[in-house]
């Protein structure tokens, strides 16, 4: 006499049709008849339980019907498991894809908001600060002034590799300043501050260079900095800040 359980717990004997497996536990006024057609065998994955002597067909029953539920249990836990990897290499991906957009400052919603810090500029909205595409002698104004937005570019440090991405956004200006620093970083601090950037305290030449910071949309944090250029009379502004994606890491 032989019982087969398979992949769904079902029990069969013989030739008969299929049936569920009845309760492990029985009554102990229960008697049933010994399989004699000897042990239990594994074929094509399903058991078949042959029976064994002093063996019970209901406990040979049980132990089919566990021993094929764990195999159930086993490839769930395995499409599981592949199913978590996938998530986490598409997780992987989309990051990367993030990291390596086409722009380090797409639609330009970092540059938006740097770009009316150059109104506190002194001369700003005149010839005398015009708006550049790039520098070059025959482009800035009179006496070298000027301002131009430099947008995010590819770059890495001397083509390391693990040090590629975006360089930041750039605002920049250069003007002519005849009067002192304290008159200037007054005037330029005024100006900035109704834009919402705050000044930050220096202890090593507070009277030689001026910085500020701001909180972009985004969370970002942008800073600008005041600094006198070589030439007398002459300034540099710089506002900056990280690009959207993967900056490119320093030397």
Not at 84 to 96: D, G, N, R, T
Not at 177 to 184: C, F
Request: include cysteine.
């Amino acid at each position: 006499m032989k019982w087969r359980v398979d992949e769904r717990g079902l029990v069969r004997r013989g030739r008969g049709g299929w049936r569920w497996p009845g309760s492990c536990v029985h009554s102990s006024t229960t008697r049933y008849q010994r399989v004699q057609d000897g042990p239990a065998s594994l074929v094509h994955g399903s058991l078949i339980l042959n029976g064994s002597s002093g063996i019970s067909q209901p406990i040979l029953m049980c132990v089919a019907s566990f021993w094929n539920f764990a195999n159930i249990a086993s490839r769930r836990r395995r499409l599981v498991g592949i199913g978590a990897l996938i998530v986490v290499l598409i997780v992987v991906s989309v990051w990367w894809v993030a990291g390596q957009s086409s722009s380090g400052d797409p639609g330009g919603q970092v540059m938006d908001q740097l770009v009316p810090a150059a109104t506190a500029l002194p001369g700003y909205g005149t010839s005398h600060l015009p708006w550049v595409s790039e520098l070059g002698l025959s482009s800035v104004g009179p006496e070298g002034s000027y301002v131009i937005k430099i947008e995010p570019h590819s770059d890495s440090c001397d083509g390391i590799a693990g040090t590629q991405g975006w360089s930041s956004v750039v605002l920049q200006a250069g003007f002519h300043w005849p009067g002192t620093s304290a008159t200037l970083f007054s005037y330029v601090n005024g100006r900035l501050k109704v834009l919402g950037w705050n000044r930050i305290s220096l202890k090593r030449n507070p009277d030689e260079q001026a910085m500020w910071s701001l909180r972009l949309k985004g969370g970002k944090k942008a800073t600008a900095s005041l600094d006198p250029n070589a030439y007398p009379h002459l300034w540099e502004f710089v506002a900056l800040s990280r690009p959207v994606g993967r900056a490119a890491s320093g030397c």
